[in-house]
C-alpha cells in the first residue's frame, strides 16, 4: 500500500493528483517544518506550509506556475516500509546546494497523517527560512 501512497505523493508534485493536496491530505495531519519549531497542525495549515515550500523548492520555475519536476528539485532516494516513506531530495536555489528529506506518513485511508522535512547544509536551512517566511506571507 506504502507504493500506491507514495505514487500519489508523487502525483500529486507534477501536478496529476485529481484533488491535489485537499485530497491527499488528513484532517488532522501534523506538518513538522524544518525552519519552525512548532509541529503545524490541521490541513489547512500544512497545505500552506507545503504550498510555500513547493514555491520555494521549485525556484523561479515554480514562481512562473510549473511544477517540481521541471525544477532542479529531484528525490533521489527512498525507503519504504508499512506506513511510511523516507525521501531523499536535492535541488539548488540560488546557486546554493541543497540536501534533505522529507518523512512521510499515511493513515489507513492512504491520506498523508505525518509530513516531516529536515534540510542541511546550515546555510540552506537559514535561506530557505527566510524564503519560506516570505512565500508564507505572500500566500496568507
Known sequence: MIHE????????????????????????IIFYSPVVFTPQEG???AKL??????????GDN??????????SFKYTKEVLSGNQAILEF???????YINGVD????????????FKVMI????????????MQRMLEELA
Open 49 to 58: 506550509y507545503l504550498m510555500a515550500a513547493g514555491n520555494t523548492f521549485g
Open 90 to 96: 536535492e535541488t539548488t536555489i540560488e546557486g546554493k
Open 103 to 114: 518523512i512521510i506518513t499515511f493513515n489507513d485511508e492512504g491520506k498523508i497523517s505525518e
Open 62 to 71: 515554480a514562481k512562473k506556475g510549473g511544477d517540481l519536476a521541471e525544477s
Open 43 to 45: 490541513k489547512e495549515l
Open 5 to 28: 501512497n507514495i505514487k500519489k505523493w508523487h502525483d500529486q508534485t507534477h501536478g496529476k493528483f485529481p484533488g491535489g493536496l485537499d485530497a491527499l491530505l488528513a484532517d488532522d
Open 120 to 131: 542541511r547544509p546550515l546555510q540552506a536551512v537559514n535561506m530557505i527560512h527566510m524564503q
